[in-house]
C-alpha cells in the first residue's frame, strides 16, 4: 500500500505561481512512475504531467507545457509540479497518482495508476 500525500494547493491570482509537493510513504519510492491529474468541477480528471522512475522521462499535457514543470526527489520520496503563468483554468483540484514499474515508462492514463492522494485544491482568479 501507498500512501500519498498532496500539498501546496492555494489562491493565486493569474500569472502567480504555485508549487506543489507530493509525499509518498513507501520504500521503494524509485520504483514508481508518477503524475499528476487535475479535475475541475463538473469535469473529468485529466492528465497534466508524468515522470519516469528515474526521473529521466518526462511528459506535459499540451495545455501546461511551458509553463509547468514536474520532478522528483527519490531520497525524500517526494514529487513536485512547478507551476508557473498560471491561468484561471489550471483552477482544479490536483491529484498525485503512483505506479509501481519495473521500467522507465511514462504513463498518462488516470487507469494506469492504481495509488492516487487526496487532493490539493488550486484556485486562480482572474
Known amino acids: 500500500q501507498v500512501q500519498l500525500v498532496e500539498s501546496g494547493g492555494g489562491l493565486v491570482q493569474a500569472g502567480g505561481s504555485l508549487r506543489l509537493s507530493c509525499a509518498a510513504a513507501v520504500r521503494t519510492f524509485s520504483r514508481y512512475a508518477m503524475a499528476w491529474f487535475r479535475q475541475a468541477p463538473g469535469k473529468e480528471r485529466d492528465f497534466v504531467a508524468a515522470i519516469s522512475t528515474s526521473g529521466d522521462s518526462i511528459y506535459y499535457a499540451d495545455c501546461v507545457k511551458g509553463r509547468f514543470t514536474i520532478a522528483r526527489d527519490n531520497a525524500k520520496n517526494t514529487v513536485y509540479l512547478q507551476m508557473n503563468s498560471l491561468k484561471p483554468e489550471d483552477t482544479a483540484v490536483y491529484y498525485c497518482?503512483?505506479?509501481?514499474?519495473?521500467?522507465?515508462?511514462?504513463?498518462?492514463?488516470?487507469?494506469?495508476?492504481?495509488?492516487w492522494g487526496q487532493g490539493t485544491q488550486v484556485a486562480v482568479s482572474s
Open positions: 497518482a503512483a505506479k509501481y514499474l519495473t521500467g522507465t515508462f511514462i504513463l498518462i492514463m488516470t487507469g494506469q495508476y492504481n495509488y
